[in-house]
């Protein structure tokens, strides 16, 4: 069972918006900081680890990643839905366990520079099996703005891919191709999930190739885990934005 962040997205947005109410003169918030989670830096990471008698947490994230407000605030949400979850009472024999472990990835190819990170959430709150999945964040170095599949029309956000194109046709099979050669057969994928750009939201950029990632279930079977793919960067370049 994945957390909802619906609920403390939405509240989160209601504070947001009483505070650019009250505020008389606008002034830039000062930068998040990892002690504000209860935190601590280790090199260029801030860590987070909590335990109670029904729960225990680990959270790892770069603290110098540029977009940090926008890391910090999911990880706030996350390890708060997740804690809210844990200290509920019920018949657990085990406690609840999650952990959060990111990798970087980054390109200088043009037109512009791009840094990205992806957090691997395992999350195991008393379902039948322990869930993992991914959140991916990606970062224009030249616009100085976040990368998104689909900006929705928001200012100051940069799409992956222009707009008008469709360049799922061609990612589909090339998707279908490298999970094959990972799994040793061609995976069943239904064309409205591999063709549905929702499915690729999680992604990060590198010089040749492009990266996706699908929780357990997003692609395939929960069965098949968590999976990560790589294609070439070539034959979508001309779409890229």
């Known amino acids: 069972m994945r957390i909802s962040t619906s609920v403390l997205a939405a509240t989160a947005a209601v504070l947001l918006g009483f505070c650019s109410v009250v505020a008389a003169?606008?002034?830039?918030?000062?930068?998040?900081?990892?002690?504000?989670?209860?935190?601590?830096?280790?090199?260029?990471?801030?860590?987070?680890k909590e335990a109670d008698?029904?729960?225990?947490?680990?959270?790892?994230?770069?603290?110098?990643?540029?977009?940090?407000?926008?890391?910090?605030?999911?990880v706030k949400q996350t390890r708060d839905g997740f804690v809210n979850v844990?200290?509920?009472?019920?018949?657990?024999?085990?406690?609840?366990?999650?952990?959060?472990?990111?990798?970087?990835?980054?390109?200088?190819?043009?037109?512009?520079?791009?840094?990205?990170?992806?957090?691997?959430?395992?999350?195991?709150?008393?379902?039948?099996?322990?869930?993992?999945?991914?959140?991916a964040f990606n970062?224009?170095?030249?616009l100085r703005r976040p990368i998104v599949l689909d900006p929705a029309g928001q200012e100051k956000i940069q799409p992956l891919f222009q707009p008008g194109t469709s360049p799922w046709p061609i990612i589909f099979p090339l998707v279908e191709?490298?999970?094959?050669?990972?799994?040793?057969?061609?995976?069943a994928i239904a064309p409205q999930v591999g063709l549905n750009p929702a499915t690729y939201e999680n992604?990060?950029?590198?010089?040749?190739?492009?990266?996706?990632?699908f929780?357990?279930?997003?692609?395939?079977?929960?069965?098949?885990?968590?999976l990560s793919v790589t294609i070439p960067r070539p034959p979508v370049d001309r779409m890229i934005a």
């Open 86 to 135: 844990a200290k509920s009472r019920d018949s657990r024999t085990m406690p609840y366990q999650l952990e959060v472990t990111p990798t970087e990835y980054n390109s200088a190819v043009p037109p512009r520079g791009t840094q990205s990170v992806v957090f691997k959430i395992y999350q195991d709150v008393g379902g039948t099996k322990p869930q993992t999945f991914y959140k």
């Open 215 to 226: 929780g357990q279930g997003a692609i395939l079977p929960e069965s098949a885990g968590a």
């Open 25 to 48: 003169v606008p002034v830039s918030a000062a930068p998040p900081k990892c002690s504000d989670l209860k935190g601590g830096l280790v090199g260029q990471n801030c860590v987070i």
């Open 139 to 142: 970062w224009d170095q030249g």
């Open 177 to 187: 191709a490298d999970l094959e050669k990972q799994m040793g057969t061609k995976p």
């Open 203 to 213: 992604f990060a950029i590198q010089n040749d190739t492009l990266m996706f990632f």
């Open 53 to 74: 008698t029904g729960y225990n947490l680990s959270i790892t994230y770069p603290a110098g990643y540029p977009d940090v407000q926008a890391v910090f605030d999911w």
